[in-house]
């Protein structure tokens, strides 16, 4: 679900640029008053010589303007020279005319005619500075009158100013270099204080209370101030903690012979049984939290796809690292400089550690030999899988990476690794070779084809003995670990026992053994439920026009092996041969793009809009559509809200390993209502036996389903939803995960297993 997630900067750098900054501010406006105090006291200097000169000059100037010009310069020329800072005098007639000037007055003497004409006009002294071709000047004109008030001219005292400013700038560079300073040794002494007394011994508390609560509390509390001062209460937290665990555990191990429900809880003290101690790490291709930049900021998404729905949980349970290929656009950014970091962001309950691909290798290993090849060579979609050597290269060095990576985060640690899915073949094989004490599961969430069609893969024998590498290799359904059997078989050395369903290739024994994914609880994943929900139901009618329509609604990737032409074919034939249902009827097909960087998934994207406009245009009316086809990704609530709101869930994959749509609409249906339509194809089909079970190459047979789903009476929905609820809430996602612990750890020539026991 997006949430928007902005970077913090720690709080000790916080803590520091606060003080600093205040404080750095307050100096800076002290040092500027400063500075401006001094520079009113050098003008006032400038005044007073201005002044005391244009005195002392005045009574010779007075009679010096009682001659004629050419005897009145004469008697002035030599009292009008200026030396450092007075650069001159001057002297006007009450016309205005210059009558005699300082040689360096005369060179701006233009520039100081209003002065004089202002002097002239208001009769008193003027002070001004100006700015000429040589800097700034000061200037005082002081009028002239005769002993009867007539005037007689003006008396201009010219200054320098350039040193007055001068020293300003040079105050202010003196005084900024200390504000600096002082502000930067304020910065650093109270961020190291901050980090030593306030964040360091915080996040220390935090790293101990989360192995705490991880259920790995071998340290003992911290004892460093603060924290000391919680050390009587942070030790009675553990103790607490400690025999609450144990209660808990002795409980779990009670409950795993009595098919009580797997929860959460349960699990999380299961895993601690289990795990003896060792560290669980966790490695896919897709990331469960994934940063993106959005207008500046950055936004936390969760990938859609079956993997992360159905791992995420587990791993909140039992805490650990989960490694997987940082594909986000802010990735880098919100992840520390290896690549970690806590999640969820906001309830942080394991590590997860990014692996960094270059475009180049996530298009070779991911788009190309993972998505081009292995997918349609697992799939029965009637896709023909590429596979390129350049591919090739890259899957193989991107598998290396993710287990170095893994054999980095697990160090000297005794580990159990749990590797997920076709994109990571070979990193079991490589793990066990680097580390043959390491315990390493392997599940592959799509289907395994039969041998026949896996042959056509040109690095068959290194993918089977990468795969290999693992203890225990997992599968939804026996009938894909009966082909993975019978294609090692086939196709590598190996000893096979198929009483016990174990490969034995290069002195090492693989078990191999179903385990079908189950779903967690809608009741934990904070949707709306009661009135809440009602209302968003409301919303949705409104929003997409589905008043006083029935729906059935279908919720995909966008992918070609999920029939999405073919249940849109169906819906078409449902409506020729009901055509009563025309205005009635409407399937809201929720789709989120993926693969996009595929011409294939671009091409089926495009095919299934104009399908869809086909069909619309052929059955619809000015208030009413057939098909909904919303293009998108949506978050939970929302697809939690739609399984509320339709009748009809549809499921009509070509070949899918389990479905956990299926599986999803069931647990949302606690009102015992709605009707599954799923593709006999699908893993979920052969669990969820209360579906209607159709063929989606069968378009008659799929456009009678959805008659007979809405024709369906009460009592019979109720009591098929019954029989799959009970189900799916007994096989849910922390059962799974138990399962496939509980026979990974377990002794590996004991038959026995939580699948028995449960
Ligand atoms: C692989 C195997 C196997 C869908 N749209 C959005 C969204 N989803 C969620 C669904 C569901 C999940 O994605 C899809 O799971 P599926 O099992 O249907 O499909 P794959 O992605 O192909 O998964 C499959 C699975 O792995 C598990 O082992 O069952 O056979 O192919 O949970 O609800 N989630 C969000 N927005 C969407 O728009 N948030």
């Known amino acids: 679900m997006p949430t928007n997630t902005q970077y913090r900067l720690p709080n000790s750098l916080r803590m520091g640029l606060l003080v600093a900054g205040l ?81 360096d007055v005369q060179e701006f003497a233009a520039d100081l005619n209003k002065v004089v004409a202002r002097a002239l006009k208001e009769q008193k002294d003027i002070i001004e500075s100006i700015r000429t071709d040589q800097g700034r000047v000061y200037i005082l004109a002081s009028a002239i009158r005769a002993p009867d008030g007539q005037p007689q001219g003006v008396l201009v005292v010219v200054q320098d100013m350039s040193q007055v400013d001068k020293l300003v700038v040079s105050r202010r560079v003196r005084f900024g270099f200390w504000v600096g300073v002082v502000t930067l040794l304020l910065l650093t002494l109270v961020v190291a204080g901050a980090w030593l007394l306030y964040d360091r011994p915080l996040k220390r508390m935090m790293e101990w209370m989360r192995q705490l609560r991880g259920g790995d509390d071998a340290e003992p509390p911290p004892l460093e101030p603060p924290a000391a001062r919680l050390a009587n209460e942070n030790g009675r937290l553990a103790d607490s903690l400690r025999t609450a665990r144990s209660a808990q555990r002795a409980q779990a191990r009670a409950v795993a ?23 669980l790490l966790v490695l896919s291709n897709r990331e469960p939290y994934l940063h993106e930049l959005q207008d500046g900021k950055t936004r936390l998404r969760t990938p859609a796809g079956g993997l992360v729905t159905a791992l995420d949980p587990v791993l909140r349970a039992s805490g650990g690292v989960w490694i997987a290929h940082g594909a986000g656009n802010a990735d880098r950014m919100t992840a520390d400089e290896r690549g970690r970091l806590a999640v969820p962001p906001d309830d942080p309950a394991y590590t997860l550690r990014r692996v960094w691909l270059s475009r180049e290798e996530e298009h070779g290993y991911y788009h190309g030999f993972a998505n081009e090849g292995l997918w349609p060579l697992c799939h029965l979609a009637h896709e023909r899988p590429v596979f390129r050597a350049s591919n090739w290269e890259h ?6 990476r993710f287990a170095a990576i893994a054999l980095e985060e697990v160090g000297a640690d005794p580990a159990v690794v749990l590797v997920q899915d076709y994109h990571l073949a070979l990193a079991p094989r490589l793990l066990k070779d680097a580390r043959p004490d390491l315990t390493v599961g392997m599940f592959w969430h799509i289907p395994w084809p039969n041998p026949e069609a896996f042959r056509i893969c040109p690095w068959r024998a290194e993918l089977l003995r990468g795969l290999l590498g693992a203890d225990l290799i997992g599968f939804h359904l026996q009938q894909h670990c009966n082909n993975f059997l019978d294609t090692a078989d086939r196709m590598i050395e190996a000893r096979l026992d198929w009483n016990r369903f174990t490969v034995e290739s290069h002195d090492h024994v693989s078990r191999v053994r179903p385990f079908p994914i189950g779903v967690q609880p809608w009741s934990e994943r904070r949707t709306p439920s009661g009135i809440h929900l009602a209302r968003q139901i409301d919303e949705l009618r409104d929003r997409y026009s589905l ?63 104009s399908l869809a406009d086909t069909i619309n245009w052929r059955f619809q009316t000015a208030a009413w559509k057939p098909i909904r086809f919303l293009v998108g990704d949506q978050d939970t609530a929302t697809i939690h809200a739609f399984m509320r709101l339709a009748e009809i869930n549809i499921v009509s994959s070509l070949h899918d390993g389990m479905n956990l749509v299926a599986k999803e609409f069931v647990a949302a249906r606690s009102d015992l209502d709605g009707v599954l339509i799923l593709s006999e194809f699908t893993g979920a089909a052969r669990e969820l036996s209360d579906a209607l079970i159709v063929n989606p190459y069968d378009v008659e047979q799929f456009a009678e389903t959805i008659q007979r789903a809405l024709e369906m009476p009460s009592d019979e929905r109720r009591e098929r939803m019954t029989q799959m609820r009970r189900h799916v809430e007994e096989h849910n996602i922390y059962r799974w995960a138990a399962d496939f612990l509980d026979t990974l750890t377990a002794d590996p020539t004991s038959t026995s297993s939580t699948q028995e026991a449960t």
């Open 23 to 103: 404080v750095g501010l307050l100096m800076g406006v002290l040092a500027w008053l400063q500075v401006e105090r001094e520079r009113a006291a050098d003008l006032e200097e400038m005044d007073r010589r201005a002044y005391v000169l244009s005195h002392q000059m005045v009574y010779s100037v007075q009679a010096a303007l009682q001659l004629p010009d050419r005897e009145a310069a004469a008697a002035l020329s030599s009292s009008l020279e200026g030396y450092p800072p007075l650069i001159g005098l001057a002297v006007y007639r009450p016309d205005g005319r210059l009558l005699a000037a300082g040689k």
């Open 257 to 279: 012979q009595t098919g009580q429900i797997w929860t959460r809880e349960r699990l999380h003290a299961y895993m601690i049984d289990r795990l003896r101690g060792r560290r």
């Open 547 to 609: 008043d006083h329509v029935r729906v059935a609604v279908g919720i995909d990737r966008i992918d070609y092996t999920k029939g999405l032409p073919e249940r849109f074919r169906a819906v078409a034939r449902f409506l020729e041969r009901y055509p009563r249902y025309r205005g009635q009827f409407t399937l809201v097909q929720l789709s989120t793009p993926s693969r996009t960087y595929l011409r294939r998934y671009r091409d089926h994207l495009n095919e299934l809009e």
């Open 395 to 400: 899957y193989l060095r991107a598998n290396q």
